[in-house]
């Protein structure tokens, strides 16, 4: 038995395409009946409403169409989806409700100016327009709360055209009883109050439709509001390690916003750290604004406090060089700096040797107070980085850390000691327990020292190891 899954998309179709039913149901329904009261009782301003559902009905039907449409996913053709069908939908019923208004202006005007007609102001004129109210009051919600759950353009047109329609439909009912009052009280020139009311309900239309234009027209061509862009650039702003947003793109397709966001970072950092920075900026702009499609592009830039040592860094690694055991030293006329180049092991050594000449002028170029550049290389790779060796007993490397320990300033204490021979040499590792408020620079003196005792002391040494940590763990 397949288990159905709830699909926050398909269910949003499905209510938006609903609530788009029911508004044509009820365009049809009331299309009809101010139709046949309109000219049974010869009201231009129940006709002028009747066109006016009429224009409904298209509105609607348009619309039902859009939100089906709209619904589709991307594809190769639609990369940021069909959502522009729902503005297309809104600027058609625009188009349709002025040429609308344009038919009963010109009406109007001709009963005020050249052939008046009388109206009979029944009841059932009356109970229409009451009616009409009821309904659009109804639907005009039922659409205004969908579009506002699923920010759905086409729908919102639909909830402020027929929310309109209340208004005309009241303006209409005014204009009938003036026609009533006319008849009873014998003063003929009331009976006009029908195509006054035509006409303001005209005035009314296109004031909304203008607005709805107007949007519609803003959404096709990429128009956001401004306090959306300023939502998006404060939010990316306010993460850690972005030191400023360069740019800021947004545009709507329907009820989709897609954010396109250029961020600096500092250019010492890492690939993996940028990365992040990015994805935190994304999730912060996708919570100012909910729903939001965003895209960030992390540009480094050169930040002012950069020093020599990070700027060596980060052109050797823009060489594909490693650089570390950086010397630099200060003198009346400028600084000189030694640095050790890790290169590719596969390499010869002309190829190397014009890899840190490049690397030497990129810095020079970088830092003008350098009057002296000296590399050393090191090959690296998995040969470089493997050494076979077998485990020994060595009485003598004992015997010296013991030793050390009351000869150095700061106490330590020693353990997994690992003491190999590779290719007739002693490689010596352990790790070194200080205490953890010790500033790191003094850590590393200690080490070195250890270190040089080891050499001096001991015949044969290679690589020696001290690895410097505090007792207990982090956090």
């Known amino acids: 038995m397949k288990q159905k899954i709830n699909d926050p998309a398909q269910n949003a179709a499905r209510e938006k395409r609903f609530v ?47 939100v089906h449409a709209a619904c589709k996913p991307a594809d190769r053709e639609h990369t940021y989806g069909h959502g522009k069908i729902e503005n297309i939908s809104a600027l058609f019923e625009t188009l349709l409700l002025i040429a609308t208004c344009v038919w009963i202006c010109i009406e109007a005007i001709e009963r005020l100016a050249y052939n008046p007609v009388h109206v009979d102001p029944s009841i059932w004129a009356f109970a229409i327009m009451v009616g009409s109210i009821i309904i659009d009051f109804s639907r005009s919600r039922a659409l205004a709360r969908v579009a506002k759950k699923y920010q759905s353009q086409a729908l919102e047109a639909d909830a402020l055209h027929f929310s309109t329609d209340i208004w005309s439909s009241a303006v209409v009912i005014i204009g ?11 003063i003929p020139w009331l009976g006009q109050a029908d195509a006054v009311a035509a006409l303001v ?11 709805l234009g107007k949007r ?8 956001v509001p401004s306090h959306m862009q300023e939502l998006a650039m404060q939010a990316a702003a306010l993460v850690e390690g972005v030191r400023s947003v360069t740019q800021a793109r947004l545009r709507r397709s329907g009820p989709q916003v897609f954010v396109d966001l250029t961020l600096a970072v500092k250019r010492d950092f890492a690939f993996e750290r940028a990365h992040e920075i990015g994805d935190a900026a994304a999730i912060a702009v996708s919570k100012a604004i909910p729903g939001a499609d965003v895209v960030v592009h992390v540009e480094p830039i050169q930040s002012v406090d950069e020093n020599l040592t990070t700027i060596t860094r980060l052109i050797a690694a823009r060489y594909g060089l490693g650089a570390h055991a950086i010397s630099i030293e200060t003198h009346q006329n400028g600084e000189s700096i030694e640095v050790h180049l890790e290169v590719d092991e596969n390499l010869t050594l002309l190829q190397a040797h014009c890899r840190a000449s490049d690397f030497e002028h990129a810095l020079k170029s970088a830092a003008p107070k350098l009057i002296e550049i000296t ?14 060796g077998e485990p020994i007993e060595n009485q003598e490397v004992l015997v010296l850390i013991e030793k050390l320990k009351s000869s150095v300033a700061l106490p ?15 490689d010596i590792s352990f790790h070194c327990t200080i205490d953890g408020q010790t ?20 015949p044969n040494v290679g690589h020696v190891l001290i690895h410097v940590e505090p007792p207990g763990r982090c956090g």
Do not use: M, Y
């Not at 309900?201 to 607005?211: E, Q």
């Not at 590399?375 to 076979?388: D, F, K, L, Q, Y």
């Not at 330590?412 to 002693?426: G, T």
């Open 439 to 458: 500033p790191i620079t003094e850590a590393h003196s200690l080490t070195e020292q250890i270190e040089n005792s080891l050499r001096e002391q001991l």
């Open 412 to 426: 330590f204490s020693v353990h997994h000691l690992r003491i190999r021979s590779v290719q007739n040499e002693i």
């Open 20 to 66: 788009a039913l029911t508004s044509v149901i009820a365009a049809v329904v009331l299309t009809a009946v101010k139709i046949i009261v309109g000219i049974n009782t010869g009201s231009l301003g129940i006709l002028s409403e009747a066109a006016h559902s009429a224009i409904d009905l298209v509105a609607a039907l348009v619309t039902f169409w859009a």
């Open 176 to 186: 009938l009883v003036f026609v009533r009052l006319g008849d009873a009280l014998g």
């Open 216 to 223: 519609s027209l803003d959404d096709l061509l990429d128009a």
């Open 375 to 388: 590399t050393h290389i090191e090959p690296t790779g998995v040969h470089s980085a493997v050494r076979n």
């Open 201 to 211: 309900v005209a005035g009314i239309v296109v004031w909304v439709s203008l607005r």
